[in-house]
């Protein structure tokens, strides 16, 4: 199975990112099975190495509560920064959507691993900037587009 | 006499500010009331999703399965057209309506 790309450690040297993988350990999750809760608390991150993880948000059905799906990851993207950013609490639920590989990163390791090794921290951490600006510029893009729509259904 | 004269108008100036004072608080009560007027409180439900998703078509019986994949329909459409904005930003993408069903 080919390794992806891992969009957390971009730009780092094979000497980086083999030092940043050294701290990690591979985990599989049959289909169906959480990852993580909304509120738990955050000691990891994730990259997915195979499969697919659907990361959900719960919403309530007349008497039900379902969970809704928020955002999915693929081979080569990470799930769970919160692993690296205080609070430390996951804020969304992550399930296996298929059978699915990962390699989990402990955050307090990957923190030693900075004050250690800064350009690693450095690099690290401009990757995950760079991935949380694109995704809150697509939820305040979706949030923008759907108080458009409550503004048309207000009539204007 | 005289002192009585002074009081008098002293009296009467304070009336008359008192009456103003009323006035122009009244006068500024209306106008709130009539600012706020045509605005629509919010729905009970919220306004991201929820406000269509509890009763998206009034008189249909649509079921919670439908209605949750019809949500996540238009959560897949809508970041779908959100990424097309980060890629091409521009004010017509944040305002044309994507082909979910999810409508009001």
């Given at each position: 199975?080919?390794?992806?790309?891992?969009?957390?450690?971009?730009?780092?040297?094979?000497?980086?990112?083999?030092?940043?993988?050294?701290?990690?350990?591979?985990?599989r999750l049959p289909g169906g099975s959480v990852l993580f809760r909304l509120g738990d608390a955050a000691e990891n991150?994730?990259?997915v190495r195979a499969g697919r993880v659907r990361l959900t948000f719960p919403m309530r059905f007349g008497d039900r509560q379902e969970d809704i799906l928020a955002e999915e990851r693929f081979p080569g993207q990470m799930v769970g920064w919160s692993g690296l950013i205080p609070p430390h609490r996951f804020t969304l639920q992550a399930v296996a959507v298929v059978d699915t590989e990962l390699l989990v990163l402990p955050g307090a390791a990957l923190r030693d691993l900075f004050l250690e090794r800064p350009g690693i921290g450095y690099r690290i951490v401009s990757n995950l900037a760079q991935i949380v600006g694109q995704r809150l510029t697509?939820?305040?893009?979706?949030?923008?587009?759907?108080?458009?729509?409550?503004?048309e259904s207000q009539g204007a | 006499?005289?002192?009585?004269?002074?009081?008098?108008?002293?009296?009467?100036?304070g009336v008359m500010g008192t009456v103003l004072l009323f006035s122009v608080a009244m006068r500024h009560r209306e106008d709130e009331e009539e600012v706020s007027a045509p605005t629509r409180a919010p729905t009970s439900t919220g306004q991201f999703f929820l406000d269509e998703a509890a009763d998206p078509h009034p008189g249909s019986d649509l079921s919670s399965?439908?209605?949750?994949?019809?949500?996540?329909?238009?959560?897949?459409?809508?970041?779908?057209?959100?990424?097309?904005?980060?890629?091409?930003?521009?004010?017509?993408?944040?305002?044309?309506?994507?082909?979910?069903q999810l409508k009001s």
């Open positions: 199975m080919p390794i992806p790309d891992w969009e957390l450690l971009d730009g780092l040297s094979p000497g980086e990112a083999s030092a940043v993988l050294a701290l990690a350990s591979a985990a991150l994730f990259l697509v939820f305040q893009t979706m949030w923008i587009r759907e108080l458009q729509r409550v503004v | 006499m005289q002192p009585i004269l002074i009081a008098f108008s002293i009296a009467l100036v399965d439908a209605l949750r994949v019809r949500v996540e329909r238009h959560v897949r459409l809508e970041q779908k057209a959100a990424e097309g904005f980060l890629r091409s930003p521009s004010a017509e993408s944040l305002q044309t309506r994507s082909a979910s």
